[in-house]
C-alpha cells in the first residue's frame, strides 16, 4: 500500500474531479473509516453543492472503510433504490417530454 504521503494520490482524488461530475450523485461512508476520512466525503458533496449539483452524503456512524453491518446494507439498498426511482424517473419524464 501507498504512504498517504506519496505525491500521486492528489490526481485521483475524487475531489479533483468533481467538476466532471454532471449526473445526481450519492455518497456513503463509514465515520470510523481510517483510510480516506469522511472530512474528504464532505469535501466532496461540499464543493458539488457550491455548483448547485445534486449530492446526497450518508454517513454510517458504525462503519468504517467497508460496510459490515447487515443492517448498514439493507439500509444503503434501500437508498439506492430511492435515489434511482427519484432520479431515474426524472430523467425518464425529461426524455419523454425533451
Given at each position: ?11 485521483i ?5 468533481a ?17 480516506v ?7 466532496l ?14 454517513v ?24 434511482f ?9 425529461n426524455?419523454?417530454?425533451?
Amino acid at each position: 500500500m501507498r504512504s498517504r504521503t506519496w505525491p500521486g494520490w492528489s490526481g485521483i482524488s475524487p475531489l479533483r474531479h468533481a467538476h466532471k461530475i454532471r449526473v445526481p450523485l450519492l455518497v456513503f461512508h463509514g465515520r470510523n473509516d481510517t483510510r480516506v476520512p469522511v472530512s474528504e466525503a464532505e469535501q466532496l458533496v461540499a464543493d458539488m453543492k457550491s455548483r448547485q449539483q445534486h449530492v446526497e452524503l450518508v454517513v454510517f456512524e458504525d462503519e468504517g472503510h467497508q460496510t459490515e453491518k447487515l443492517e448498514n446494507h439493507m439500509a444503503m439498498n434501500r437508498r439506492i433504490a430511492q435515489f434511482f426511482g427519484q432520479h431515474l424517473r426524472q430523467a425518464w419524464i425529461n426524455a419523454k417530454e425533451g
